[in-house]
């Protein structure tokens, strides 16, 4: 008998997915930790956060800057989540949670001076396409950073590809292809020490 595959973590829904983003808010912050060694913030950037789950990340970058750090999900679990987290800032017209896929967002081009991905990557769709959506929202010189828990060589990948439904894992030469391909004209890898942390930062 065959398992059936987890789809929390593709698309969090219902109360289990409230629970889901309980758990990555708290498994994800060794690699948001390390994400944000990297990732150079201006102090007037716009920011959007994609994949943004259960806000974290948004809450973290409304510290570094002085402008606007969006979210956008596909998940109607993360968007709630996202804005419970966030609520003083939406309230003080700092923030939006826009509900979207990320192969076609609602965002005029050359919006934003950064935008991250979390550990989401992992589940776009045609990701050539997708990163080519990303650069269109990205100003001249701005950056993309895409963080993730496995470079591509981590000994469980075989496991979670197996058990998580819709998930493809990336190397860092892989993404770095992509992303050149996408429009992007520098790419930079960091890999974290005895670990397989990988942060990739791109720049337009």
């Given at each position: 008998?065959?398992?059936?595959?987890?789809?929390?973590?593709?698309?969090?829904?219902?109360?289990?997915?409230?629970?889901?983003?309980?758990?990555m808010n708290k498994n994800h912050e060794p690699i948001s930790e390390f994400a944000f060694e990297y990732v150079d913030v201006g102090k007037n950037d716009m920011i959007l956060d994609i994949g943004c789950g259960g806000g974290v990340n948004i809450e973290?970058?409304?510290?570094?800057?002085?402008?606007?750090?969006?979210?956008?999900?596909?998940?109607?679990?993360?968007?709630?989540e996202s804005i419970k987290r966030n609520q003083i800032a939406i309230d003080d017209k700092k923030c939006r949670i826009i509900q979207a896929d990320v192969s076609d967002m609602p965002i005029d081009d050359e919006t934003y001076d950064l935008v991250s991905a979390f550990e989401t990557i992992y589940f776009w769709p045609d990701?050539?396409?997708t990163f080519r959506e990303?650069?269109?929202?990205?100003?001249?010189?701005?950056?993309?950073?895409?963080?993730?828990?496995?470079?591509g060589n981590h000994?469980?990948?075989?496991?979670w590809l197996?058990?998580?439904?819709?998930?493809?894992?990336?190397?860092a030469s892989e993404l770095e292809k992509y992303l050149l391909d996408a429009g992007f004209v520098s790419v930079?890898?960091?890999?974290?020490?005895?670990?397989?942390?990988?942060?990739?930062?791109a720049k337009k």
């Open positions: 008998m065959v398992a059936e595959k987890i789809t929390q973590c593709m698309k969090p829904h219902g109360k289990e997915g409230v629970e889901t983003i309980e758990n973290k970058f409304l510290k570094l800057t002085a402008n606007n750090v969006d979210g956008l999900d596909y998940s109607d679990v993360s968007v709630k990701i050539a396409n990303v650069s269109r929202i990205i100003k001249p010189n701005g950056q993309f950073m895409i963080a993730q828990g496995t470079d000994p469980d990948d075989e496991k197996n058990s998580v439904e819709g998930m493809t894992v990336y190397t930079e890898s960091y890999k974290k020490e005895n670990d397989y942390i990988l942060i990739v930062i």
